[in-house]
């Protein structure tokens, strides 16, 4: 299947795996790149730059296949070392930057002039347009049933990918709730060119994250994500647990005078807890619904194979067929 995607970033499917925090190490990406789909090594995972440094060479060793690396701009206390990690990114010979959060314009020139495409990821049309407008290559657009954070919009990918087709010049892939080759198939009737794909990529054999975890995953009903932090308008979907609940519980009582601070033990030094030690109760994780629809635990192989595969008999024998 080619799609402008495919010819954008060079793969053979039209299938990206979002950067996932305590997930994206190089395991996942290259597993994901080797079977034909985009891998991207999450870079703010990695405490400073020389790490991601480290990280893209070791993803090197494990394909010879195009892999990506995420930058979360984040809206958070602490400022990375942004032009650090993206001189690790460039020296690394990496083509492809996943930017999320805050407007990436800033980053943009340098990222350009060492031949690197840029896909950003939105959860809006708005933000889709402006990051078009900006010179990105493609964007991400993640509608309200994502893991992660889905914006303050709350718009679901019904509505927002055909919205954003009639709008946008540039490609882009639906991210949020994408779980087989049904997903494939919508996502390229209403407008996009591939999907993007995150809580899906965890429950694999390859991805480097605890037993417990994918067991999590593969338990979970669509019923089981909510939202956190609403109040604090850093809405993020998370797999429910004791720890969410709490915070939950916290937001009501607080009302408007929440403050970060007071939901740190919830939200702080969470993920390495979860992904690398497998203490599903140690606080908020981010999780989409797509989890009710996961219900395996294939290899990114197996896996993208069968996206690809159910993709072609759907448009060949169900909707060929209905003509
Ligand atoms: C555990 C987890 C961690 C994530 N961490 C990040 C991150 O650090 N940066 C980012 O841009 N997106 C992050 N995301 C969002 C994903 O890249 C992707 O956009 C999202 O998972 C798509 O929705 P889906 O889970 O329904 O497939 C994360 C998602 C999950 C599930």
């Not at 299938?15 to 597993?31: K, N, P, S, T």
């Not at 049309?125 to 078009?132: P, Q």
């Not at 720890?243 to 007071?262: M, N, P, W, Y």
Request: hydrophobic share 45%.
């Amino acid at each position: 299947m080619k799609t402008r995607i495919t010819e954008l970033f060079g793969i053979e499917h039209p299938i990206l795996q979002g950067g996932m925090h305590y997930v994206g190490f190089a395991e996942m990406a290259a597993a994901v790149s080797n079977a034909g789909g985009l891998g991207i090594i999450t870079g703010l995972t990695q405490s400073t730059p020389e790490k991601l440094a480290a990280e893209i060479a070791r993803c090197r060793t494990m394909t010879d296949k195009p892999f990506g690396v995420n930058l979360t701009f984040l809206p958070g206390l602490a400022t990375p070392d942004y032009p650090g990690y993206i001189q690790a990114i460039i020296d690394g010979g990496v083509k492809i930057v996943e930017t999320a959060g805050n407007n990436p314009v800033k980053w943009l020139p340098i990222l350009k002039e060492n031949g690197i495409k840029v896909i950003h990821k939105c959860t809006s049309v708005r933000h889709s347009l402006k990051a078009e407008a900006i010179g990105c290559d493609a964007v991400s657009v993640d509608g309200f049933e994502c893991g992660g954070h889905p914006g303050e919009d709350d718009v679901p990918n019904f509505i927002l990918l055909p919205a954003a087709a009639d709008k946008l010049k540039i490609p882009f892939v639906a991210s949020g709730g994408m779980a087989d080759g049904r997903s494939l198939v919508a996502a390229l009737a209403m407008g996009a060119d591939g999907i993007n794909m995150g809580t899906r990529f965890i429950a694999t054999t390859e991805a480097p994250v605890h037993q417990n975890v994918k067991d999590a995953i593969v338990a979970a009903t669509e019923l089981d994500t909510r939202l956190v932090m609403r109040p604090l308008r850093n809405t993020e979907r998370v797999l429910n647990n004791v720890a969410v609940e709490r915070l939950l519980a916290k937001e009501k009582e607080l009302g408007a005078s929440i403050t970060i601070q007071d939901i740190l033990p919830e939200v702080a030094g969470v993920y390495p807890k979860v992904m690398t030690e497998g203490a599903m109760e140690a606080g908020a994780w981010s999780c989409g619904m797509v989890v009710g629809l996961i219900h395996d635990i294939p290899t990114c192989q197996d896996l993208i194979d069968n996206i690809m595969a159910e993709a072609e008999t759907i448009i060949r024998d169900r909707l060929m067929g209905l003509l």
